[in-house]
């Protein structure tokens, strides 16, 4: 017979920003632990509002099923006397299993027990089973309170633990479980008593708690629509922002309130930012995208005295926006490049100088990128310019108040200072992507401009030593040169990313021979996140690992080549990674130089000279032109030549010219496949 089991655990309010990842844990968790404790069931439901989280599961079975255990004991030697009769410690083994001594089992060199493990009731395992679920979770960062010793996120006030209609007893920081949760802090004062599992929901609902987070969600998102229809505009909608409302409410009531005209005058970042970073407000949009004097919240309650909410909320976003207006206003005294002179107070990092001397070296370094990628005259121009003014908004007010509008309020300043659209585009470009998902440059300046920022970070952070190691990265460098790739394949941007390493830590301070081993630790830091990357493409590690071989020079076509191997099945030739793999053997190690034709002695040498010269001249154009998959059916044709030289001509002869130029021959061959990646690693 199967129960409906119920773990609630109440909380003082939990942060918002953690709890998505606390409830797909708990989930694992409980699924895991549930699992491990033999307990089938039907369906695990994970509920979270701010002030609980609740384990729902579906059809338990009543008890565990019975267990068979094979134990082995002392060896044969030890078990048994001359006369084949049990030692004290085949005895004592025995006795421990609650088994006779001539029931052991002989195999293999020990004495072995057939051991039945009885099942228990669910109701006997269930207490240390919910306590796990507890004492399980890990958060970034716990709480101990009182005189406790234990620890959790957030201090636990109540407990329900239900096995059908019958209390579970267990007890953490010695709040002692029962079937009496809490429902809304303010709309229900009296305690809310849970009968069954299966009533969870509903009896919570009737306490103003909606405790099923996707519920909450949609009803917040239908709410925040509907209201905006009704003022006849659009919400302007953020996931994340979404998200960090559903965990601060538990009985959502979307409302809107307004903002005064004289703030819609501020550039849309200057409204925006304080009204949704700072306040959890959604902006309202007219079709033609612009701001609408709306801004729309969600209440925690009901509709009681919902007026008088909403001027309490217009009251806290107009002093936000008047500090904003205040700002801008003072902002505006100088021009963008005036503020410019404001970066000399502020450090970039120790030792590599202040603001205005990164603004300095981004110019530089933007310039040499452009250079590389064949930017016109004017192209060069606008990425000066755009370098130039690049870090100028980190000086103003605004910025200093709200840093997360650095590079907006720099656009939009610009283009108030009547610089051109694509400089102060590229001011802004400069920081993308900023997070997971979001968007990447989409002009040339911008993409230089960001990469230079990028590898500007990279090469100063690496000279100071600070290189991330495990999960510390303070510095964000992993997101940056993930964002850095995603730049360069995103714009199919051929280019040899050593260059702008190499010239990044040219303009930085230090060693020479510090500089070369940072060249390469970078290097090798940009090939481990590619490599990531292309793991999360579903590519296999085999085939990552043949065009990494390498240098990490042009990163779009290393990408490129994986996903030509994928696309070509060239794992499947198995007969030319086979020939290849005996090249790189015979090879290994050695130095090749130019090949004499007039040194060959055998046929299969001239064969194969003949098929690589054909071969060459077939594959080099579709290599240019990076068609590596469309290179395969040629580079084929080399493995019967390959194979017979291999099998027909011995490479280490005692004529040096003559063996130094079969290594020759044969180290060409195998740079053609290289070409496209190491196919010996292929398994």
Same mark, same amino acid.
């Given at each position: ?18 709890? +998505? ?159 009496? +949760? ?437 594959? +080099? ?35 040096? +010219? ?26």
């Amino acid at each position: 017979m199967s129960k409906n089991l119920l773990l609630e655990i109440g909380t003082e309010e939990m942060p918002a920003n953690i709890m +998505s990842g606390v409830v797909d844990q708990l989930r694992t968790l409980a699924d895991a632990k549930f699992k491990e404790s033999r307990i089938s069931f039907d369906k695990i439901t994970v509920y979270a509002t701010p002030r609980r989280l609740a384990v729902l599961v579906k059809n338990a079975a009543d008890r565990q099923p019975d267990e068979e255990v094979k134990k082995r004991g002392p060896s044969i030697k030890a078990a048994f006397d001359a006369d084949g009769n049990p030692t004290r410690a085949a005895q004592g083994f025995a006795r421990g299993q609650h088994i006779d001594a001539s029931q052991l089992i002989k195999e293999g060199d020990y004495t072995w027990a057939n051991v039945v493990n009885k099942g228990k009731a669910v109701e006997e395992v269930l207490p240390d089973l919910f306590l796990s679920f507890i004492t399980g979770l890990t958060f970034a960062k716990s709480m101990r309170w009182a005189s406790e010793e234990v620890h959790f996120i957030r201090p636990v006030r109540w407990l329900v633990a239900l096995a059908g209609d019958q209390i579970v007893p267990m007890e953490f920081a010695h709040v002692k479980s029962g079937r009496v +949760s809490r429902g809304h802090r303010f709309l229900c004062k009296e305690p809310v008593t849970i009968e069954k599992p299966e009533d969870y929901k509903e009896t919570m609902r009737k306490a103003f708690v909606i405790v099923d987070q996707d519920e909450r969600r949609e009803l917040i998102k239908e709410g925040l629509l509907k209201v905006a229809k009704e003022l006849g505009g659009h919400v302007w909608h953020n996931e994340d922002l979404l998200e960090e409302i559903n965990y601060l409410v538990e009985y959502p009531t979307p409302l809107y309130g307004r903002i005064d005209d004289e703030f819609l005058k501020l550039p849309v970042p200057a409204v925006v930012t304080p009204m949704r970073d700072h306040q959890r407000y959604y902006p309202v949009r007219n079709e033609d995208g612009s701001l609408m004097p709306y801004f729309l919240t969600v209440r925690n309650g009901g509709t009681k005295a919902i007026h008088n909410v909403q001027i309490g909320n217009e009251r806290v976003l107009r002093a936000r926006l008047d500090d904003a207006k205040f700002f801008f206003e003072n902002d505006r005294k100088k021009s963008l490049e005036g503020h410019r002179e404001g970066l000399t107070r502020i450090n970039y990092q120790e030792g590599m100088g202040t603001m205005l001397d990164k603004a300095d070296r981004l110019q530089k370094l933007t310039a040499a990128i452009g250079a590389d990628w064949n930017f016109s005259a004017e192209e060069l121009s606008d990425a000066d310019r755009a370098a130039y003014l690049s870090k100028s908004d980190l000086a103003t007010g605004m910025v200093t108040e709200f840093t997360e509008l650095q590079g907006e309020m720099g656009k939009e300043y610009a283009l108030l200072d009547g610089e051109k659209k694509n400089v102060a585009q590229a001011i802004f470009e400069q920081y993308m992507p900023r997070f997971a998902g979001d968007i990447l440059p989409q002009e040339s300046i911008g993409r230089a401009l960001s990469l230079a920022d990028k590898l500007d970070n990279l090469a100063a952070t690496f000279l100071r030593g600070l290189i991330p190691t495990g999960s510390q990265d303070p510095f964000a460098l992993r997101r940056q040169t993930i964002g850095a790739v995603n730049i360069i394949t995103d714009g199919k941007i051929h280019w040899d990313i050593r260059r702008g390493i190499e010239k990044a830590l040219e303009l930085l301070p230090g060693e020479a021979d510090q500089k070369k081993t940072v060249l390469s630790q970078v290097e090798d830091f940009f090939r481990q996140r590619i490599r990531a990357i292309l793991l999360d493409e579903g590519i296999e590690y085999d085939i990552i690992d043949s065009v990494l071989a390498g240098p990490v020079d042009d990163i779009y076509a290393i990408f490129l080549k994986a996903r030509a191997m994928v696309e070509s099945h060239l794992k499947d030739e198995a007969d030319l990674r086979q020939a290849v793999t005996r090249l790189a053997n015979i090879t290994k190690g050695k130095v090749g130089g130019e090949v004499n034709p007039s040194l060959f002695e055998d046929e299969a040498e001239k064969n194969l000279q003949a098929a690589l010269e054909k071969v060459t001249s077939e594959v +080099s154009p579709l290599f240019a032109a990076y068609d590596y998959a469309g290179a395969l059916p040629f580079l084929k044709e080399l493995t019967a030549p390959v194979n017979a030289y291999l099998d027909q001509v011995m490479v280490m002869v005692k004529d040096e +010219s003559v063996k130094a130029n079969r290594i020759s021959q044969l180290k060409k061959t195998l740079a053609l496949f290289d070409t496209w990646g190491d196919f010996s690693k292929l398994v």
